[in-house]
């Protein structure tokens, strides 16, 4: 039986993960907590990954209850601790000096900050994906690419690409119940710049995304909606979240239950 084999959210978009044993499903359909905070420019652009790699280099921990940030530059020693409800402009000045230019911190504890609006729910990849994929590259492990591709719940107890069953045609959903939450797979994910780098130090894997997409499209299953795959640098799944499971929340252990032969348009949800 498919299972939640683990449940990963990101307090500050584009910094570290902090693994949870369970995590509660907001209106919006995003997990609480997770892209709850995010660093911008005085553009208003996002200050991630994808624009700057000097992310990489920036460990962080976040203590929920304490509302509170330890940042640490890769390779030092020194950590600085910043309680946002009253260090916020201390924490902005330490982050505009790292990256050398003006940045803000903003949050939205609703929504979040998702790349992908549409689909605001937490993205799925299963534990054998995951171990398939970094079999592709010499030197990364399956740990390092679970830091490198980032998602939300990882399955345990499947084959690998189980989760590309979890898509339909475009403009439709397929609906599968984790637990007690539903769930509305919505398509492969996009892949950017930010996995073929190395999640700790910045440094880019040789040839990653075309020795992925090659490997993608060589191992895809026979099964798949070829129609979603207009590219094959595309990993995990992108989901919404029924109306019904607000409020609900997720566990480790929890069991996935059948997933719905029937296709809904999501206009008609």
Known sequence: ?????GIFIYPFKS??????TQATVLASGALEGDREFAIFDAQGRFVNGKRNAKVHLLRSTWDATAKAISLQIQGTEEKQT????????????WLSDYFGFTVQLARNSLLGFPDDPIASGPTVISTATLETVA??????SVDEMRLRLRANIEIGGVPPFWEDQLFANAEEV???????????????CQRCIVPTRNPLS????????KVFSSKR????????????????????????????????????????????DFRFKI???
């Open 15 to 20: 910094l570290d993960a902090v693994a949870v």
């Open 174 to 188: 397929v609906r599968f119940q984790v637990g007690e939450v539903m769930l509305e797979g919505i398509n492969p």
């Open 217 to 260: 499209q060589e191992t895809l299953p026979s099964w798949v909606n070829l129609s979603r795959f207009n590219h094959f640098y595309r990993l995990s799944v992108n989901t919404k979240v029924s109306a019904s499971s607000a409020g609900k929340v997720l566990h480790i252990q929890d069991e996935v239950g059948e997933i719905s």
């Open 82 to 93: 910043f309680h946002l409800e009253t260090e916020l402009t201390e924490l902005e000045a």
């Open 135 to 140: 079999s592709w590259f010499p030197g990364i």
């Open 1 to 5: 039986m498919p299972y939640i084999a």
């Open 267 to 269: 206009d008609e949800l």
């Open 202 to 209: 910045g440094e880019t894997y040789p040839n990653f995304q």
